[in-house]
């Protein structure tokens, strides 16, 4: 895989330009990684959708049970499910015309990964937006 999908400018500007965040898998359940992550961006000024089949209200956000469901236009969808299923919500993403796509770390589907790429979309693999912040000083 190398660095194709942890490029430096990529990640810089997802992080200081990217507005609205829809993240899929995300909870009301604060031992849940996502969580941790959706509250990290939340408190730095970014909109977060949660995406979960329960579409439940999380921090303060109204949820849906899919991405086609959001009636915003989405910068960046986090994908917070297991690599198996990374594909199928890659697909949606490109759907609806997210701008990019964030897989964070453990979460990894090379093809989804290209395919996204074909159809425009940014994105990043196997990186965690917090780290990535931090290691950016808030970007």
Same mark, same amino acid.
């Given at each position: 895989?190398? @660095?194709?999908?942890? #490029? ?8 200081? /330009? ?10 009301? @359940? ?5 969580? #941790?992550? !959706? ?6 000024? %970014? ?21 086609? +469901? ?21 697909? +949606? ?21 290209? %395919? ?15 780290? /990535? ?5 808030? !970007?």
């Amino acid at each position: 895989m190398g @660095n194709r999908f942890a #490029d430096e400018t990529v990640i810089r500007r997802l992080l200081t /330009e990217a507005r609205t965040w829809a993240f899929v898998g995300l909870s009301g @359940n604060p031992a849940r990684t996502a969580y #941790d992550q !959706a509250g990290l961006l939340k408190s730095r000024g %970014r909109r977060v959708i949660p995406v979960h089949p329960a579409a439940e209200t999380v921090l303060g956000e109204p949820g849906y049970a899919s991405l086609a +469901e959001v009636p915003d236009k989405v910068d960046v969808v986090a994908v917070y499910r297991r690599s198996e299923h990374a594909g199928q919500v890659i697909d +949606e993403a490109i759907a609806i015309g997210a701008g990019a796509v964030w897989l964070p770390l453990g979460v990894i589907d090379e093809a989804a990964a290209l %395919r996204a790429l074909d159809a425009g979309l940014d994105v990043v693999m196997d990186r965690c937006p917090g780290v /990535e912040w931090a290691l950016r000083r808030g !970007a």
